[in-house]
């Protein structure tokens, strides 16, 4: 298993709780926020004391809890004020609809409200509740009120709930949280920009059941959808075959052949200031591929196959009139600095990241060379979502030149 990411590392975070069956879901964010290094302080209403013991948020988190404003171990029994001065955020989780009308309102009767009243640092909130009261018009006004007073809301979504019901009003789920607060601290490199990413391998059918494909797992491509995304982009991503998750956010479409990708990628180019290029496209299709599966006794020798060249996604992007900055990933198996800089000039692209396949593709680690106009240099290997995060930054800093 691969090591966690220490994403976390150095923050300090104080995990507000508010009463919910929900409540449940903040024990296992509490170990997975640990588990990527933060330091997490637990303050609970006394609703949520109701939902999950304190004695609980205790032995996860390894630090006192709190629950009243008057709470003698605190400093001058200003809780309110003592908490909140070493958080690098406030996160509720989860966000009562009572608890998001006392904080758009400026109320503070309680230790968390006061808390988050009296905060010199950002205040993100999961809310959950049943459908009704998410859907209230004085709830939509609290959301409304919150959002222009800065405060960040993660979900709600849609889907089962404890009373029974279906809708919208449904926590997000502890990974998806983590998500979201890691995603929060990472640099906004790309605020704004809207990015085109290609990701997966292609399948070119034989028969109906049969195809040409490859190895590659997608894992880079998702990478970087979500490094992009995290940087503050608009993420569009066209994706190959994978049993991957895409970032929650972005624009996801599926394809399976090569002239499906490019199809895909020419919708959306227009729309796009940066295009990476990660998928492993295949070369070659197969130009006669039979509408029945091919059967062995109906062909005592082997089929012959013939194949046609596949359009090349990246040479085309890189060629249009008004091309967004073009990114490429080539995976080769030998001479790998030479075969990279070669195919970045065929291919007119400014950027073009090589890899050796034999060690990146399906894996969770890898190690890239980079090449541009200026020359070749490594950024070591890496897991690859720390690799994303730094060519993130390569191509913020290269399209934020003069």
Known sequence: MADVLKD???????????????????????????????VVQVVMTDAATRFIAPVTMQALSQRAVYTSQWDD???????????????????????????????????????LSA?????????????????????????????VQLRADGVVLLGPTAGDQACGEVGAGRMLEPEEILDDVIAFFQPKLLQ????????????????????????SSGKMGYAMAR?????????????GATHLTPPRGATCINVQTAQQMLDEVLAYVSHAQIFIGV?????????NPSHEKIKKADNP???????????????????????PYCVGFAAETQDLDANAEAKRRKKGVPLLIGNLAQYTLG?????????????????????????????????????GRP
């Open 8 to 38: 976390l590392e150095g923050r300090t975070i104080v995990l507000g709780m508010t009463g919910g069956i929900a409540a449940y879901k903040a024990a296992e964010l509490t170990r997975r926020l640990q588990d990527h290094g933060a």
């Open 279 to 287: 998928a492993a496209v295949g070369d070659w299709r197969v130009a």
């Open 73 to 111: 171990r605190i400093q001058n029994n200003m809780g309110h004020i003592e908490i909140g001065r070493a958080a690098d955020i406030i996160l509720v989780v989860p966000a009562s609809a009572d608890f998001m009308a006392k904080v758009s309102q400026g109320f503070a009767d309680d230790l």
């Open 363 to 399: 894996q969770d680690n890898g190690d890239l060379v980079l090449c541009d106009e200026s020359g070749l240099f490594r950024i070591g290997r890496a897991d690859k979502l720390t690799l994303a995060r730094r060519l993130v930054a390569e191509i913020a800093n290269r399209i």
């Open 115 to 143: 808390l988050c009243l009296a905060r010199d640092c950002p205040l993100m909130i999961a809310p959950a509740m049943n459908r009704q009261m998410w859907s209230n018009p004085a709830t939509q006004r609290n959301v």
């Open 192 to 215: 704004d920009k809207r990015v085109l990413i290609t990701a997966g391998p292609t399948f070119e059918p034989i028969d109906p059941i049969r195809g040409l494909t490859n190895l």
């Open 227 to 239: 490094a992009a995304q995290e940087a503050g982009a608009r993420v569009t991503l066209i994706s």
């Open 301 to 323: 020798t082997a089929p012959v196959l013939e194949f046609i060249e596949n359009p090349d996604i990246l040479a085309t992007v890189a060629a249009l009139p008004d091309a």
